[in-house]
């Protein structure tokens, strides 16, 4: 059976996927190849500029700018076994017709770790995520002592993702030793950056590796409930998030006893305003317990006092999804990926004087200039780096060392 992945992240909803969706739905009916063809309605393909997406399984071909109107000629090519050639990636430099999406140069320097599973997997369906290898690393991870998880986080060299860079293992450790008779874990979803959508695209493409980073976690510091802070204007993520805390709770993964052990543990999502501050941690803990979004001097930090001046420990979304792909690949073949002082990958979106507008993930220690240039397709408009980025063009001069430095740390 052939696998028809349509984005529906919110990038390709907004250039009409769910036209596409409808279109795909009543010609695979009208022509009775529902048993032929799956369709399965994904997160975030990544290349939101050539959005709406689709990939076709096994074979890898990527079909870009679809419209209801392509659909029938679509269909018909892919039922003789053919390349619908019309609507594949064209390539700039070289003018050819690029037929999988593994060859197309966007994703070429990609290193998809934490994005795995958005634009395969459909994120409403639980049985999907499943089939991918979730809540293994839960599971793996009950198995093991608190202090042993936090080990392994620490063995990883993951960073927060948030912007800070804080060793997370170090920072799990500080809130497992604090005494107290209830702990959280918090999930920074609010994302107020310009520009900025790694943590909604994740949270809209893959919700349960957001849980089960937060699972994990919890177990590891001792706490009882978590709370996913996302701002109000990310109603998809918002929705796919419940959805999937109903879907975990149902099987287990959530509540009393998880998965047969004495683990237990709730999630609820607050949604916030959209106040800037509130990104801030302290600020958020103040949000979260009803009160003006204001940061708290620290010390003390949450780690001793944070929500309801219990021990705390905050995340960020992208952070905490990289938790259960470290648990099941493990810290050793973790730390190998990336730079010496930072581990990993890092996800990015590339908006504004860019060709290539979409999400990427790269491996730590990439240059911005192969960033902006192979994955990004260069600067628009035939503009240098220097003269179309405010941080570049304040010194011409100094533009291009700062393109060829690597990427550590966030």
């Keep these: 059976?052939?696998?028809?992945?349509?984005?529906?992240?919110?990038?390709?909803?907004?250039?009409?996927?769910?036209?596409?969706?409808?279109?795909?739905?009543?010609?695979?009916?009208?022509?009775?190849?529902?048993?032929?063809f799956e369709l399965k309605y994904t997160g975030c393909h990544g290349f939101c500029e050539l959005g709406p997406l689709i990939l076709v399984t096994p074979e890898d071909n990527f079909y870009c700018r679809v419209t209801p109107e392509d659909v029938p000629k679509l269909i018909d090519s892919l039922k003789q076994g053919n390349v619908y050639e019309e609507l594949l990636y064209v390539d700039p430099k070289t003018n050819q017709k690029i037929f999988t999406r593994h060859e197309v140069p966007f994703y070429k320097k990609q290193q998809r770790l934490v994005l795995k599973n958005c634009g395969i997997i459909d994120p409403e369906n639980i049985d999907d995520y499943l089939a991918s290898g979730g809540y293994k690393s839960l599971q793996k991870s009950l198995g093991l002592q608190p202090e042993e998880v936090i080990q392994e986080?620490?063995?990883?060299?993951?960073?927060?993702?948030?912007?800070?860079?804080?060793?997370?293992?170090?920072?799990?450790?500080?809130?497992?030793?604090s005494v107290a008779d209830k702990k959280y874990i918090i999930c920074n979803a609010d994302e107020g950056d310009p520009g900025a959508f790694m943590d909604r695209s994740l949270s809209e493409g893959d919700p349960h590796a957001v849980l089960e980073g937060m699972l994990i976690a919890g177990y590891?510091?001792?706490?009882?409930?978590?709370?996913?802070?996302?701002?109000a204007e990310y109603p998809l993520a918002i929705k796919r998030l419940s959805i999937a805390l109903e879907q975990a709770q149902a099987r287990g993964y959530l509540g009393e006893q998880i998965l047969g052990s004495s683990f237990n543990f709730v999630i609820k999502i607050k949604q916030g305003a959209g106040a800037f501050v509130c990104g801030e941690e302290t600020a958020l803990m103040e949000s979260i317990q009803g009160n003006r979004g204001m940061p708290r001097p620290r010390p003390p930090y949450p780690a001793v006092k944070g929500l309801w001046d219990r021990p705390s420990n905050i995340n960020n979304v992208e952070t905490l999804a990289n938790v259960p792909v470290i648990m099941e690949m493990g810290s050793e073949t973790y730390s190998q990926i990336g730079t010496e002082k930072s581990k990993g990958t890092k996800i990015f979106a590339l908006t504004g004087k860019v060709n290539n507008t979409g999400l990427a993930e790269v491996p730590m220690g990439i240059?911005?200039?192969?960033?902006?240039?192979?994955?990004?397709?260069?600067?628009?408009?035939?503009?240098?780096?220097a003269s179309s980025s405010p941080f570049l063009g304040m010194n011409p001069a100094v533009s291009a060392p700062l393109a060829e430095r690597e990427i550590r740390g966030c």
């Design 220 to 231: 590891a510091i001792g706490a009882q409930e978590g709370y996913i802070y996302i701002r």
């Design 1 to 36: 059976m052939k696998g028809l992945l349509l984005c529906s992240g919110t990038g390709c909803i907004s250039s009409g996927s769910k036209l596409v969706h409808d279109a795909l739905e009543d010609e695979l009916s009208q022509a009775g190849l529902e048993s032929e």
């Design 367 to 385: 240059t911005l200039r192969e960033v902006v240039f192979d994955i990004g397709g260069g600067i628009s408009d035939g503009n240098s780096l």
């Design 153 to 177: 986080i620490q063995a990883s060299g993951l960073r927060g993702r948030g912007g800070g860079g804080f060793p997370t293992g170090t920072k799990w450790d500080f809130a497992r030793k």
